[in-house]
């Protein structure tokens, strides 16, 4: 029996999230699917996080035991061979027995586009949230200075979270423009249900003049949800990366 460390990417568009559920389809549920076809057996599948219907992922890790004969390379190859278009298996390999890919994370990179254009693309509205006025990006990123330390971020999650503990430690949080596209990048140990998507509906809200920076030390620690911004929508938001 050895341990099994996969780093996948997929287009969260046709999920219900990762986790496991009975109204719809999900991530975890299709990567098993190809995992029982290639081990004979449905093995349990340990994710990093969760993430809701619609969000997107470049890079998710989770781990599975299993008595697999097969070099990781072939493991990984066969995986692949039986996921659909928009899941990929990217990396595998072996990991010690005690290793976790939820608890043994150190911290998590979140990316959160926005298309500021008047424009439709295509090509881009599965990935971002189309907004047509100008945004001014100064204005987010003074928001954006004041979140990053250590915060009670519960006004910064919707009422859907699972945990009592909502102090969180934000280590980076800016936001950057690279011709239509503005992007809001976001590391910390952690993350609450809909934490990044509330933070970019509150930039977004700053943006509009809707919301002083100034205020944000007064919002934190209102604990009054309807003081931040409104959740942005779930197609915008990737996992970038994950930290052990």
């Known amino acids: 029996m050895k341990r099994i460390l996969l780093t996948i990417s997929y287009d969260g568009t046709a999920y219900h ?3 496991v559920q009975p109204n719809g389809i999900t991530v975890q549920q299709v990567l098993q699917d190809a995992l029982e076809k290639i081990l004979g057996v449905r093995p349990d599948v340990t994710g990093c996080s969760r993430t809701d219907a619609g969000v997107h992922a470049r890079e998710f890790c989770c781990h ?5 004969k097969f070099p990781d390379e072939a493991f990984l190859s066969g995986v692949n061979s039986f996921l659909p278009d928009d899941i990929a298996v990217v990396d595998c390999k072996t990991v010690s027995p005690d290793f976790h890919a939820r608890y043994a994370a ?5 990316v959160y586009n926005i298309l500021n254009s008047k424009r439709k693309d295509p090509f881009l509205s599965r990935y971002s949230w189309r907004i047509e006025r100008p945004l001014d990006i100064g204005k987010m990123n003074s928001f954006c ?4 330390g250590k915060h009670d971020f519960y006004t910064f999650s919707s009422s859907g979270r699972t945990v009592t503990d909502t102090v969180r430690t934000v280590s980076e949080c800016y936001v950057k423009r690279e011709g239509e596209m503005v992007s809001l990048y976001i590391t910390g140990d952690g993350f609450l249900y809909n934490m990044v998507r509330i933070v970019t509906g509150t930039a977004v809200a700053v943006s509009d003049g809707k919301i002083n920076p100034e205020d944000t030390e007064k919002i934190l620690s209102s604990h009054k949800r309807e003081l931040a911004g409104m959740t942005a929508p779930a197609a915008g ?6 930290y052990y």
């Not at 150190?106 to 979140?110: L, S």
């Not at 200075?145 to 990053?148: A, D, F, G, Q």
């Open 17 to 19: 999230g990762w986790q």
């Open 64 to 68: 599975l035991d299993c008595e697999e």
């Open 106 to 110: 150190k911290g998590k990179t979140y």
């Open 145 to 148: 200075e004041k979140i990053v």
């Open 237 to 242: 938001l990737v996992l970038q990366k994950v």
